[in-house]
Structure formats: structure tokens, C-alpha cells
């Protein structure tokens, strides 16, 4: 289980056992991911999954190929967090996570002692109420693997930052855990265009993102805001030499990691900012085109850019 702290200095964190299922965030419908479609009866007794209105489950795979993506042949058993789907987790994002409840320290130690420090982080995306027996159904959705940077131990649970590796396919859900598990496969671009065109956007991306950083550091923020080297952070992150020998084919390339960045929260975001944030990175897990992110990560960088330059006009009329 996961208990978050305060919302503004954690984004995104998962609230695992109170999770209702509501209307999702307004979005086009998914055109690449093939979901993993799950359908419980409240009715059954027996639950192995980590939440109280997912019982019985029941499986079943869309047989439709997707062809956009590349799927690379190898696969790995990892464990899974479901999160809901206003909590999309994107490749080169960090986020801290309180685990607490026994199944998910259990979780926690087998993926740092049995995993090289690996699970998956996906979304549960509900997708209505089927039948006149009223079983609900779910989608498994944009799950992106992701390697823990650091744990703290607490008196309870322990603080966990993890960060988003790259986008993965759930192949299948195994039971006998108190935890889900499953089998993943990596899911990456098919880059398909000339290096030129990719660094030029890159160049153009960084540019912009610096001159956000400049303006972020310039407005005063409320103490509980989000750290304004969140995006810097992921940054950095996205274009380092990993060290991940290990789980080569599921690293995505640099520049497809770097075109997820400008997907950070900024100083002062408002509610529906974040709100068009989350839009935005539910858009870009189902992008295929490294170049079309690139070009979208730039777009929303410049709206930011502009967002920020008017709360800083603001800030300085009001010191008069």
C-alpha cells in the first residue's frame, strides 16, 4: 500500500487501496497499446490483486497486431504496481513512493534483492461497468519499467524514488504472490529518421527547456512547491550512459528518452495545468514517432515558457 505525502511535493503518487473507479481524464482513445483487459466480480471473496474491487479476475487479450511499435523479442517476469490512470508515470520521470503495507514491502524486497532493483509501475485504467451482473472492467495500460534509485527506511513502510526506465507491454498476470507479477516485454519507437533531423530537434528541445529552467528559477514559489530541477533531473537522466547491462532491450534509445522530459510539472503548475499535463503525458506513452514527441515535447515546453514568463510579470507588479 502507498500513502502519500503532500500532494504538491510529490506528484502523482499512488493511493492503492482507496482507488474508486471514476471517469478518466478526457483523452483520444488509445491507437497503439494493446491492453490487457481485466474484468472482476465484486461478488467473489478471493482477491489476489491489490485492490478491494478487483476480485476473480478474469483475462482476456485483444487479438488485433500493432505493427507501429517495435516489440523486441525478449521478456521478463517482474512485479507490477498498478496506479490509477491520473498517475501515468513516463520513461526518465522520477517519483518517491511511501510503501507501507506488508504486500508491497513484499514487493519492495523482491524487487531489490531478486529483481536488480525492476518492477513495473502501470495504470488500471477503468473502462465501465459490463453485464447485468455489474462486474467492472479494467484496462492494464501504459506500463513503463522502472529501477529504484533510493530507499529510505521509515519506523513504517519506507520511502522509495524510483524512475521510469521505458514503456513496456504486460504480456501476462501471474498469481501466487501477495503482489501482481507478470510477464513484460519492451515496447520503443521505430525510429525511422535521419539522425539529423533527430539531434536538430533534440538541439531545440534543450534550448527551450533551458530557458524554461531560467524563468523557474526566477519565480519565488510557494515552500510546498515541486523542486523546480525536476525537469534538469530528468534531463540529466535521459541522456547518461546507463548502466543497465542487464535489461539492454529495454532501454529506448537517447533521443526517444529525452523526448519524454518536458513532461515534468513547473514551479507554481495550477490544478488544471497539472490536470493538461497528465492529457499530456497519457498522449505521448501512445506516440510511436520519436520525431512527432519531440516536436509535441517542444510545443508544450513553449507554452510553458510563456505560462511562466506571465507569472513572473505578475510576481514583479505585485513588489510594487
Known amino acids: 500500500m502507498e500513502k502519500a505525502r503532500n500532494p504538491a511535493q510529490i506528484i502523482g503518487t499512488a493511493i492503492m487501496i482507496t482507488i474508486i473507479p471514476t471517469k478518466p481524464l478526457a483523452f483520444k482513445s488509445p491507437s497503439v497499446i494493446t491492453p490487457l483487459y481485466i474484468t472482476s466480480n465484486p461478488q467473489s471473496s478471493f482477491s489476489p490483486f491489490p485492490f478491494p474491487f478487483l476480485t476473480s479476475p478474469r483475462l482476456k487479450f485483444s487479438h488485433r497486431r500493432r505493427r507501429s511499435f517495435q516489440v523486441q523479442a525478449s521478456s521478463l517476469v517482474l512485479p507490477l504496481l498498478p496506479f490509477p490512470i491520473d498517475q501515468v508515470l513516463v520513461p526518465s520521470e522520477g517519483k518517491t513512493l511511501h510503501l507501507y503495507e506488508a504486500r508491497y514491502i ?8 531478486q529483481k536488480n532493483k525492476l518492477f513495473v509501475h502501470f495504470v488500471l485504467d477503468p473502462i465501465g461497468i ?7 472492467s479494467f484496462a492494464a495500460r501504459f506500463g513503463c519499467l522502472v529501477i529504484i534509485e533510493k530507499v529510505e527506511r521509515l519506523d513504517i513502510g519506507a520511502l522509495v524514488e524510483i524512475r521510469g526506465v521505458g514503456r513496456v507491454k504486460i504480456l501476462e498476470l501471474k498469481q501466487g504472490q501477495p503482489y501482481l507479477t507478470g510477464e513484460v516485454a519492451p515496447l520503443q519507437d521505430n525510429v525511422l529518421h535521419k539522425m539529423t533531423e533527430i539531434s536538430s530537434k533534440i538541439s531545440e528541445l534543450k534550448q527551450a527547456l533551458h530557458s524554461l529552467t531560467i524563468l523557474e528559477i526566477k519565480l519565488k514559489t510557494p515552500g510546498e512547491a515541486l523542486l523546480q530541477t525536476q525537469t534538469v533531473s530528468s534531463l540529466n537522466w535521459a541522456e547518461k550512459q546507463l548502466p543497465l547491462e542487464s535489461i539492454t532491450d529495454f532501454i529506448p534509445p537517447v533521443a ?3 523526448s519524454f522530459v518536458a513532461l515534468q510539472p513547473i514551479s507554481g503548475a495550477t490544478l488544471s495545468e497539472l490536470a493538461k499535463l497528465q492529457r499530456e503525458k497519457l498522449a505521448a506513452m501512445d506516440i510511436r514517432d520519436t520525431i512527432e514527441r519531440l516536436d509535441k515535447s517542444i510545443e508544450l515546453t513553449k507554452h510553458n515558457i510563456s505560462m511562466s514568463a506571465a507569472k513572473l510579470a505578475i510576481q514583479s507588479l505585485d513588489k510594487r
Do not use: K, P, Q, Y
Not at 106 to 113: R, T
Not at 130 to 136: D, H, K, L, R, V
Open 106 to 113: 513484499a514487493l519492495l524486497e523482491e524487487s531489490l534483492f
Open 256 to 258: 526517444e528518452r529525452v
Open 130 to 136: 459490463t453485464g447485468s451482473s455489474g462486474e467492472a
